[in-house]
Each structure stands twice: as C-alpha cells, then as structure tokens.
C-alpha cells in the first residue's frame, strides 16, 4: 500500500474540488509573490514564462493577468489550484490548470516546480537533482529521458485509478512515473526476481542492498519502508521489501519540509 501512496501523492495535492471556490486574498497574495521571476519550460529551457506582479507572460499563456486562484488543495508548497486569467477582453476570462511543487516560502530552489496549462516550469535554467540512475534524474523531462536510455519505454497499465503513466525499461530494471512529460519518480527494481541491473549513481546502491547500506551512504537516521527517506535536495527514497525489493526515488515526502503552511483555503 505505501508503495503505491507516494504514486498518488502529488497527483491527490494537484486535483481540485468540484465547486470553485475562490482563494482567500492571503492566499492568493502570497501564492502570487512565489510565483516572482522567470520560469524556465522542463521542455525546452528557451521557452520562459515571467511573472511580474499580476501579469504572466510567455510559455503557452502569451500574456495574461492572474485574475482568481481557486480551490486550492494540497500543503503549503506542494498544492492544487484552479487558476483564471484575463483575457483583455471585458468579462471573458479564461480556466488553465495550475498547481506547484516545493514552491516555498523562502524561496528555496531545489525541485521548484510551476505546472501550468499542461506545461511544467522550473526556476532555473539548468536542472538540479541530488542522485540520478542510468543518466536520469527527477525533474528530466520525459523525451530527454527517452533519449538516454534509447527509447520511450514500455507504459506500465495502471492498477490504480488516478495515478501518472509509467513506463519500464524492463532490460535495466527502471520505472519511472510520469507528470505533463516530467518525470517525478524512478524506481529500481529485480526484473528477474534476483538481480538488480542498475543502481544510484551517486551512492552505488541498488536495490538489492539492505537498509543499513542506504542508512549509512544517505547519513539516514531512520531508516525504513513505512515512511519516505530523505535524502537531501528534496528527494526522498521509499523502500518495498515485501520480497519486490524495489527502492523508488522520488518527489514526494510525507509533509512539507518547510513545516510551514498558507491560511487555510475556504471550502
């Protein structure tokens, strides 16, 4: 079960409620100052979106005012949110989906993401990420990945309703989920039930390695498969010894990591 919690994690935080109901000015005003600055498309880091004040420009918005963020559903820095803006046309406005990951108080851009009208942004031009395998990493965009590792991969059915695609890459032992083309989660696995082709580059560990290997190469104070790992960098390993032994790195943590949290939303 908690293998598949963490699949449905970010996707739980991203959806909105049925009724719109708008954000409280608070909320809004604060989302709002996160959101300052340039944002660079996961796609294609020569596509930017700015934010200055109110006003969007760039990426597939062209240009537009926020006018009304609503429904926001999720945490503090990883949350859901229905978002409507201007059109420059008198009472038209228009929907987009918007929702955003580890956009934190202070600022911190370590796994900051903004997905918005079916595209993802991050506040850097170049990627970060902690620990990689086979020469992906969470953030890559999908197509990038397929490049490395010499094909798109095999989708994965979906046991669950509402969780992202995944695809397999069944020869090296790798999964790895799927948001708007971004990839938000890796998992190694044994594809034989014995042997575990690939492994973390930074640490050397794979999946067939026991904890107190993990506890000892992440300086992991407690480790174990009931609850996400942190590893640094907001990256998070979650352990499935049930005899799969598969190790999935991840985004998704169990709380916000800030410990902070926006006024509650009204609804």
């Not at 050397?204 to 992991?220: E, F, I, Q, T």
């Amino acid at each position: 079960m908690k293998k598949r919690m963490f699949l449905q994690g970010i996707a739980t935080a991203l959806l909105c409620l049925v009724m719109a109901v708008p954000a409280l000015a608070a909320d809004q005003e604060e989302i709002t100052r996160r959101l300052q600055g340039t944002w660079y498309d996961v796609q294609d880091p020569a596509i930017t979106l700015q934010v200055d004040g109110d006003m969007l420009t760039g990426g597939t918005i062209g240009k537009a005012p926020i006018e009304t963020i609503y429904n926001v559903a999720g945490g503090d820095a990883t949350f859901g949110a229905g978002l409507m803006l201007g059109t420059g046309r008198s009472q038209e406005l228009k929907e987009v989906r918007f929702g955003a990951v580890n956009l934190t108080r202070n600022g911190s851009r370590k796994h900051t993401y903004l997905f918005l009208d079916g595209a993802v942004y991050r506040t850097t031009r170049e990627p970060y990420y902690n620990e990689s395998v086979q020469g992906i990493y969470l953030g890559m965009a999908q197509k990038d990945a397929a490049e490395v590792l010499g094909g798109p991969g095999k989708q994965v059915p979906q046991k669950y309703p509402g969780t992202y695609p995944e695809y397999e890459y069944r020869g090296l032992g790798i999964r790895f989920t799927v948001q708007d083309g971004m990839i938000i989660s890796i998992t190694l696995f044994n594809p034989d039930g014995r042997t575990c082709p690939s492994h973390f580059e930074n640490s050397g560990l794979n999946c067939n390695d026991p904890l107190s290997a993990y506890a000892a190469k992440y300086g992991l104070q407690d480790a174990a498969a009931d609850h996400a790992n942190a590893i640094g960098g907001r990256e998070y390993l979650w352990f499935n010894m049930d005899g799969s032994n598969t190790v999935t790195l991840s985004l998704q943590g169990d709380g916000e990591e800030d410990g902070e949290s926006l006024p509650a939303a009204v609804g």
